[in-house]
């Protein structure tokens, strides 16, 4: 049981002011990418592998682009290949130097700011309980994470406006035709106008795994993302497999995975979708999936994305890791170079949320 216990110069003169990266990271971007070429040269190119240096490199928050702005931007796969002649001399070192910048442009916009996520679920069952609940959240220092917060629908509305550090209010579900006669339901056209520009789905408890019976499965879910890109909105898009899956090992995991994502590979704008990989076995459960392990699956996810949308979407998308992960084993967590973030339940409702976010902030700075 893989678990344990834990408690061309052209380019570059296009590019925006605030896109443009500075000296410093510049020269800490090539470092990184001599690293990855020569490692490439040595295994074969994997794509959407990402060296630990591009951590420095992450966007500010200030900077946060459009779907279509970070479209643009996404790297070229052939983009490497342009400047594997470092001795090329005179004139021809100076372009290759440019089209290096340029590279190391793309690659200081493609980095992955990490993102972390509080799942209340039902909970709390008191209102009067949600001002303390908000304060953790608003201790959280979000000038290197994404934060995002899934407070129970009924509790949605109170804490629209109640997060002063950005954190960004992100409702359990939704459904996939709007307002109107749809009893019981949340319309995302209700969320944008109340201020609300993500969304979460897929969550094990509502696909029928440890929760009360199936309201989604594969096929809702990706009408769903579909109704909710088009509507404007981001998402986090949660997958996972349940523990008979995991006993038969990684393969096993990641052809569950393939098949959770068949239908949204195509969807998957990695300016607007966070994928949050959450293990049934480790929801709510004490057990967490080993580093080694979840570095694994992330890797497997990511491979996945690279074959079936494209190796610049699976290196700009952010994968979390979700189930059991509190302040004690982020910091491990966080140190796998294909965790991006946590989704986080239990420890959510307790001021530790903060030190999660801590953890994984200096992880990847
Ligand atoms: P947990 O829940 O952290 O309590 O395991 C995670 C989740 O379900 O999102």
Redesign the pocket.
């Known amino acids: 049981m893989p678990a344990r216990a834990t408690g061309s110069g052209s380019e570059i003169a296009r590019t925006p002011p605030q896109l443009r990266a500075p000296r410093r990271v510049l020269s800490a971007a090539w470092r990184s990418l001599g690293l990855r070429f020569a490692a490439a040269g040595f295994q074969g190119t994997s794509a959407f592998e990402i060296t630990s240096g591009h951590a420095s490199l992450r966007r500010s928050p200030s900077t946060r682009t459009s779907g279509l702005a970070a479209k643009e931007a996404l790297p070229q796969p052939e983009q490497g290949a342009s400047f594997a002649g470092a001795s090329a001399p005179g004139g021809l070192q100076i372009a290759g130097a440019l089209a290096a910048a340029a590279v190391v442009g793309a690659t200081a916009r493609r980095a992955r700011k990490p993102v972390v996520?509080g799942?209340w679920?039902c909970n709390p069952e008191s209102m009067s309980k949600l001002d303390g609940l908000i304060a953790n959240i608003n201790a959280c220092d979000t000038s290197k994470c994404d934060v995002y917060v899934c407070p129970s629908p009924l509790h949605v509305a109170y804490c629209a406006d109640k997060f002063s550090n950005g954190a960004d209010v992100t409702p359990q579900n939704c459904n996939f035709k709007g307002c109107g006669a749809f009893t019981g339901e949340m319309a995302v056209e209700q969320m944008k106008d109340m201020g609300i520009t993500q969304v979460l789905i897929g969550?094990?408890?509502r696909r029928g795994e440890f929760g009360i019976f199936p309201m989604d499965d594969n096929n809702t879910l990706a009408t769903k993302l579909k109704y909710i890109l088009d509507a404007g909105m981001s998402c986090v898009f949660?997958i996972g497999e349940p523990k008979e899956i995991r006993e038969k090992g990684l393969d096993a995991v990641l052809a569950e995975m393939d098949v959770q994502m068949t239908q949204i590979y195509s969807l998957l704008d990695p300016a607007k979708v966070v994928i949050?990989y959450?293990p049934v076995w480790?929801?709510?459960?004490g057990l967490t999936a080993t580093p080694e392990d979840a570095q694994a699956t992330h890797a497997g996810i990511r491979k996945l994305i690279a074959e079936k949308a494209s190796p610049a979407v699976a290196e700009a998308i952010r994968i979390q890791y979700?189930?059991?992960?509190?302040a004690a084993n982020a910091p491990e967590l966080s140190a796998q170079p294909d965790v991006d973030g946590f989704?986080?339940?239990?420890?959510?409702l307790k001021p530790e949320f903060a030190e999660i976010v801590a953890a994984i902030s200096k992880a990847k700075a």
């Open positions: 996520g799942n679920k969550h094990s408890e949660c949050a959450e480790a929801i709510g459960t979700g189930g059991s992960a509190n989704l986080v339940g239990g420890a959510s």
